[in-house]
Nanobody, 115 residues
Framework: QVQLVESGGGLVQAGGSLRLSCVASGSIFSFNPMGWYRQDPGKQRELVALVTGDGSTNYADSVKGRFTISRDNAKNAVYLQMNSLKPEDTSVYYC?????????WGKGTLVTVSS
């Protein structure tokens, strides 16, 4: 069983920064892709950024140049450094891991960006 626990959300002013962290427990391997999604009420969950086992990254166009994803395989952790935050980045952010043919999700952490 895989469990994901996020931390680091909160309230920040526009232009500010936050760093999200996610620690995975269970049978985790360094080749498991990990990443971050976000979801607003009534909308579909959307990809923010992901990192593959070999370190390749992919970002949503809306966050390119502002957000940076990284992982620490020794700690089974993935991070999302969010800079130059905008009010439209306000959302619930979910940690994600792909493994054993399934998607695993954290419970989510709320990020609120005030204008």
């Amino acid at each position: 069983q895989v469990q994901l626990v996020e931390s680091g959300g909160g309230l920040v002013q526009a232009g500010g920064s936050l760093r999200l962290s996610c620690v995975a427990s269970g049978s985790i391997f360094s080749f498991n892709p990990m990443g971050w999604y976000r979801q607003d009420p009534g909308k579909q969950r959307e990809l923010v950024a992901l990192v593959t086992g070999d370190g390749s990254t992919n970002y949503a166009d809306s966050v390119k140049g502002r957000f940076t994803i990284s992982r620490d395989n020794a700690k089974n952790a993935v991070y999302l450094q969010m800079n130059s935050l905008k009010p439209e980045d306000t959302s619930v952010y979910y940690c994600w891991l792909r493994g054993y043919g399934s998607n695993y999700w954290g419970k989510g952490t709320l990020v609120t960006v005030s204008s």
